[in-house]
């Protein structure tokens, strides 16, 4: 079966960069798009960018300059690099897969806490 | 980028209620639209793809309608595991954009 499952750091600085992980088994990476996603605490979810093992991506403009998806389909993993982080940008961070660039999100890691502070 | 207003922010329910929750769109999606639940400490999951198309495994009391603008997730019989948040989701252009949410709780 498909699933996905985030890693990173819990602890981020302000300023630093936050770096996630997303493994993906039961499927090849190389097949769909894969996405991340966030949710501050208490809050909505915020699209945040995908990647398709070609390397064509698609970022959400409001992160656009900070944001980096990469993708490694030997591991069959992609990845997130936020750099220049705030306290804003606490959130449990989500990825999840689409059949398309632009579609429905069918199969979504737990998620991962990541929380900005000093 | 399209804004997603969902109504209501939230409703209070009982088991076998009928219950409907609305999305609109600040410009026309063309059908792109998603249903998603979500609990309490999980990740959401999909119920609802193209305004109507239920995701396999979702029980058929969920159904979702809708076009240009304004779309409706509908649960035609609430049973006690549907008490949860709800998110309309827009995939007709980039940035993807998900309504505020409509926490469904037990009246």
């Known amino acids: 079966q498909v699933q996905l499952q985030e890693s990173g750091p819990g602890l981020v600085k302000p300023s630093e960069t936050l770096s996630l992980t997303c493994t993906v088994s039961?499927?090849?990476?190389?097949?769909?798009?894969f996405n991340w996603i966030r949710q501050p605490p208490g809050k909505g979810l915020e699209w945040i960018g995908n990647i398709y093992h070609s390397g064509i991506f698609k970022y959400n403009p409001s992160l656009k300059s900070r944001v980096t998806i990469s993708i490694d389909t030997s591991k069959n993993q992609f990845s997130l690099k936020l750099n220049s982080v705030t306290a804003s940008d606490t959130a449990m961070y989500y990825c999840?897969?689409?059949?398309?660039?632009?579609?429905?999100?069918?199969?979504w890691g737990q998620g991962t806490q990541v929380t900005v502070s000093s | 980028d399209i804004q997603m207003t969902q109504s209501p922010s939230s409703l209070s329910a009982s088991v076998g209620d009928r219950v409907s929750i609305t999305c609109r769109a600040s410009q026309g999606i063309s059908n792109s639209l998603a249903w998603y639940q979500q609990k309490p400490g999980k990740a959401p999951g999909l119920l609802v793809y193209?305004?109507?198309r239920l995701e396999t495994g979702v029980p058929s009391r969920f159904s979702g309608s809708g076009s240009g603008t304004d779309y409706t997730l509908t649960i035609t019989s609430l049973q006690p595991e549907d008490f949860a948040t709800y998110y309309c989701q827009q995939y007709y252009s980039t940035p993807q954009t998900f309504g505020q949410g409509t926490k469904v709780d037990m009246k």
């Open positions: 999840a897969r689409g059949d398309y660039s632009d579609y429905a999100l069918d199969f």
């Open positions: 193209a305004t109507s």
């Open positions: 039961g499927v090849s990476i190389t097949t769909f798009y």
